[in-house]
């Protein structure tokens, strides 16, 4: 079992910048993909970007250039860093662990993003 507890997120004008941070405990593998999903209303959930166990990362096309994710695996620990927010990056965001070998998803509560003038 894993539990994800995220922080950061709440209000910023447009071109700010914000932090998101998710720290994960329980059964973490080194190969497991830690990453941020987001959901605003009305609209279906949707990738960010992710690390997997190996370093790489993907980003949504969305936020290439904007976003960047980062991964501490001593600390189990995941962060985004926004900058350049636009009114349409307005979400609850989530925090997420795939376990490839076990084909588990792990979600944590969300924390929202507001993005407005």
């Known amino acids: 079992q894993v539990q994800l507890v995220e922080s950061g997120g709440g209000s910023v004008q447009p071109g700010g910048s914000l932090g998101l941070y998710c720290a994960a405990s329980g059964n973490i593998a080194s190969i497991d993909f830690m990453g941020w999903y987001r959901q605003a209303p009305g609209k279906e959930r949707e990738f960010v970007a992710h690390?997997?166990?190996?370093?790489?990362?993907n980003y949504a096309d969305s936020v290439k250039g904007r976003f960047t994710i980062s991964r501490d695996h001593a600390k189990n620990t995941v962060s985004l860093q926004m900058h350049s927010l636009k009114p349409e990056d307005t979400a609850a965001y989530y925090c997420?662990?795939?376990?490839?070998?076990?084909?588990?998803?792990?979600w944590g509560q969300g924390t929202q993003v507001t993005v407005s003038s």
């Open positions: 690390v997997a166990g190996g370093g790489t990362t």
């Open positions: 997420n662990v795939f376990q490839p070998l076990r084909g588990r998803n792990y």
